[in-house]
Nanobody, 124 residues
Framework: QVQLVESGGGLVQAGGSLRLSCAASGRTFSNYGMGWFRQAPGKEREFVAT????????DYADSVKGRFTISRDNTKSAVYLQMNSLRPEDTAVYYC?????????????????WGQGTQVTVSS
């Protein structure tokens, strides 16, 4: 069983920054792709970013490209999401997800494990 715990969410003004962290436990973290998703009130969960097992490849939703950066530290079994130039439309619960293999994906169904989420609220 894999446990994922997100942290770093909060309230920030538009234009500000936040760094989300996701701590993983329960299996060899470095073998697996990771992703970040978000869900705003009344909306479907949507893809934000993904990173493959060794950090060598990343992918972003068009809405966050150039503002968000996903990274990982396999020595700490952690994945991060640096969010800059935040906008009110970035307000959502952000979820960390772990894949069953070495690569990530934009598809939520690709992931086997999910964290409980961390709230990000961006005020205008």
């Amino acid at each position: 069983q894999v446990q994922l715990v997100e942290s770093g969410g909060g309230l920030v003004q538009a234009g500000g920054s936040l760094r989300l962290s996701c701590a993983a436990s329960g299996r060899t973290f470095s073998n697996y792709g990771m992703g970040w998703f978000r869900q705003a009130p009344g909306k479907e969960r949507e893809f934000v970013a993904t990173i493959k097992w060794n950090g060598g490849s990343t992918d972003y939703a068009d809405s966050v490209k150039g503002r968000f950066t996903i990274s990982r530290d396999n020595t700490k079994s952690a994945v991060y999401l640096q969010m800059n130039s935040l906008r009110p439309e970035d307000t959502a619960v952000y979820y960390c997800a772990a894949a069953g293999g070495p690569y990530g994906s934009r598809r939520s169904g690709h992931y086997d494990y999910w964290g409980q989420g961390t709230q990000v609220t961006v005020s205008s």
